[in-house]
């Protein structure tokens, strides 16, 4: 059995739904289909959950909202219109969302949640409905009746681990599952969303409920990219990379997949296969639990900007018992989390996302850890962008490090920071903000072009 999800642009349109009709009855193994919310059709479309979420601000600022429910309904009707459907279908999604407008009890979050839902919920409706008129046994499945059950935390649930082994009741249903993605529901009964873009996540927790051999996440790229293609045209696609290999690719440039998503299906030892709605036929990205590192070291580089640093100097440090802890504290107390810490004999950078500062914390901050440390020198960088070069085979492979610095040399590129842990897996660069490109470019030049390995 294997769980099949689609992204929003897969399902923008009625040609696109179209497309998933054929791909997944391809493939009798193709019985659980989640879906995403309709999404956009052209570069400067709204998604319908971008919609909802004006909709429901709207209402909340106590204004009438009807403009932007009749944007969401439309864009169904246009879906409909496009698959011929009756417009029964197209009532029943206005009558759903016009109670869900009128459902609000002020609670601000739960309303929100339950109206991004709705992009997704009446997106499953209506392919079910497509699929049935097209004579194919499909039967839409919501998530409180198949048992997905999560934390009641609005915009953020996480999965309760009880919802797998209800979940694998699905298997014993005839016919082909059409699935809402991005909502489960709290133990109260209450709709909560998983963070935006979580209709991966969905698939990812049914492919581990019901323990399917392969998990096919349809999207609207071919594979997965050696690198940023906003950086490089034409960037090498990878076929294979391992879980670990994913999650450190992360950072920017890497968007195709959820990260939170990879778990579930990572604890199953589920493969994901990351595939092209518009081009079904190419074999896209697998995700696996081993691979065999036969390309080089190198499997893809990921960067991102928007990263500081905060730099802490104090002699003796390595002698200090607990400085690390305390340190540590400073960051939890202000609610901060950190992506990389490297360190020195008597010094310890700590590198955190930005836009979680803003001048007065940052002041509070840095009193603090001058204050409780006792630290000789405390000081932030700001505008740094991180490089990430991934690779399982970087374990084996002697001069990685030293290829990757002398192609930034070489491209005149100051390196502020270095930094890898004993995994091997990946070897991060911290370098100023404006030559984060540069430097993208100059290692791509070196681990997949000019050096074939
Ligand atoms: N529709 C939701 C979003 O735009 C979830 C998803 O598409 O995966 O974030």
């Given at each position: 059995?294997?769980v099949?999800?689609?992204?929003?642009?897969?399902?923008?349109?009625?040609?696109?739904?179209?497309?998933?009709?054929?791909?997944?009855?391809?493939?009798?193994?193709?019985?659980i289909?989640v879906?995403?919310?309709?999404?956009?059709?052209?570069?400067?479309?709204?998604?319908?959950?971008?919609?909802?979420?004006?909709?429901?601000?709207?209402?909340?600022?106590?204004?009438?909202?009807?403009?932007?429910?009749?944007?969401?309904?439309?864009?169904?009707?246009?879906?409909?219109?496009?698959?011929?459907?009756?417009?029964?279908?197209?009532?029943?999604?206005?009558?759903?969302?016009?109670?869900?407008?009128?459902?609000?009890?002020?609670?601000?979050?739960?309303?929100?949640?339950?109206?991004?839902?709705?992009?997704?919920?009446?997106?499953?409706?209506?392919?079910?409905?497509?699929?049935?008129?097209?004579?194919?046994?499909?039967?839409?499945v919501s998530p409180k009746e198949a048992g997905l059950i999560v934390t009641d935390?609005?915009?953020?649930a996480r999965v309760l681990p009880e919802s797998y082994k209800r979940l694998y009741s699905l298997r014993?249903?005839?016919?082909?599952?059409?699935f809402?993605g991005?909502f489960g529901f709290s133990k109260?009964g209450?709709v909560v969303?998983f963070?935006?873009?979580g209709?991966?996540i969905t698939g990812s927790i049914l492919a581990n409920g019901v323990k399917a051999?392969?998990?096919?996440?349809?999207?609207?790229?071919?594979?997965?990219?050696?690198?940023?293609?906003?950086?490089?045209?034409?960037?090498?696609?990878?076929?294979?990379?391992?879980?670990?290999?994913?999650?450190?690719?992360?950072?920017?440039?890497?968007?195709?997949?959820?990260?939170e998503?990879?778990i579930p299906a990572?604890r199953a030892?589920?493969?994901?296969?990351?595939?092209?709605?518009?081009?079904?036929?190419?074999?896209?990205?697998?995700?696996?639990?081993?691979?065999?590192?036969?390309?080089?070291?190198?499997?893809?580089?990921?960067?991102?900007?928007?990263?500081?640093?905060?730099?802490?100097?104090?002699?003796?440090?390595?002698?200090?018992?607990?400085?690390?802890?305390?340190?540590?504290?400073?960051?939890?107390?202000?609610?901060?989390?950190?992506?990389?810490?490297?360190?020195?004999?008597?010094?310890?950078?700590?590198?955190?996302?930005?836009?979680?500062?803003?001048?007065?914390?940052?002041?509070?901050?840095?009193?603090?850890?001058?204050?409780?440390?006792?630290?000789?020198?405390?000081?932030?960088?700001?505008?740094?962008?991180?490089?990430?070069?991934?690779?399982?085979?970087?374990?084996?492979?002697?001069?990685?490090?030293?290829?990757?610095?002398?192609?930034?040399?070489?491209?005149?590129?100051?390196?502020?920071?270095?930094?890898?842990?004993?995994?091997?897996?990946?070897?991060?660069?911290?370098?100023?903000?404006?030559?984060?490109?540069?430097?993208?470019?100059?290692?791509?030049?070196?681990?997949?072009?000019?050096?074939?390995?």
């Open positions: 059995m294997k099949v999800k689609f992204g929003g642009t897969s399902l923008a349109s009625g040609k696109q739904i179209q497309k998933v009709l054929s791909i997944v009855i391809s493939d009798p193994k193709r019985k289909v879906v995403s919310a309709p999404g956009k059709r052209f570069a400067d479309d709204t998604k319908v959950t971008d919609l909802l979420i004006a909709c429901a601000r709207k209402k909340l600022r106590g204004e009438d909202a009807t403009d932007w429910l009749e944007a969401v309904v439309e864009r169904f009707a246009s879906i409909a219109m496009d698959l011929e459907m009756s417009n029964d279908i197209v009532k029943e999604i206005r009558a759903d969302l016009e109670e869900r407008l009128r459902g609000y009890k002020g609670d601000p979050e739960r309303f929100l949640d339950h109206m991004k839902a709705a992009g997704e919920d009446n997106n499953a409706k209506l392919i079910a409905a497509y699929f049935q008129e097209r004579g194919i046994e499909a039967r839409y935390e609005p915009g953020n014993e249903q005839s016919g082909i599952i059409i809402p991005f109260n209450d969303t963070s935006r873009g209709s991966d051999e392969l998990y096919e996440n349809f999207t609207d790229v071919d594979a997965v990219y050696a690198v940023n293609p906003t950086f490089v045209s034409h960037p090498t696609e990878i076929q294979e990379l391992t879980y670990r290999e994913m999650r450190e690719l992360s950072y920017a440039g890497f968007s195709v997949f959820h990260d998503a990879l990572f030892g589920i493969p994901v296969n990351i595939k092209n709605t518009n081009n079904p036929s190419a074999p896209g990205t697998k995700i696996v639990n081993e691979r065999e590192t036969k390309n080089g070291p190198v499997v893809g580089i990921a960067s991102d900007e928007g990263f500081c640093s905060i730099y802490i100097q104090k002699y003796l440090m390595n002698k200090e018992i607990g400085f690390g802890r305390k340190l540590l504290q400073i960051l939890e107390d202000f609610g901060l989390s950190y992506e990389h810490i490297p360190s020195g004999i008597d010094d310890v950078t700590v590198i955190l996302r930005e836009n979680q500062l803003n001048q007065e914390l940052e002041q509070a901050i840095l009193h603090q850890i001058k204050e409780k440390l006792d630290a000789d020198e405390v000081k932030i960088q700001h505008r740094l962008a991180l490089i990430m070069l991934v690779g399982e085979g970087m374990r084996r492979n002697i001069g990685t490090t030293a290829r990757a610095a002398s192609a930034l040399a070489k491209a005149g590129v100051n390196i502020e920071m270095v930094n890898q842990g004993s995994s091997e897996v990946s070897m991060m660069f911290a370098v100023k903000e404006e030559v984060e490109r540069r430097a993208v470019q100059a290692l791509y030049e070196e681990f997949f072009v000019s050096v074939p390995v």
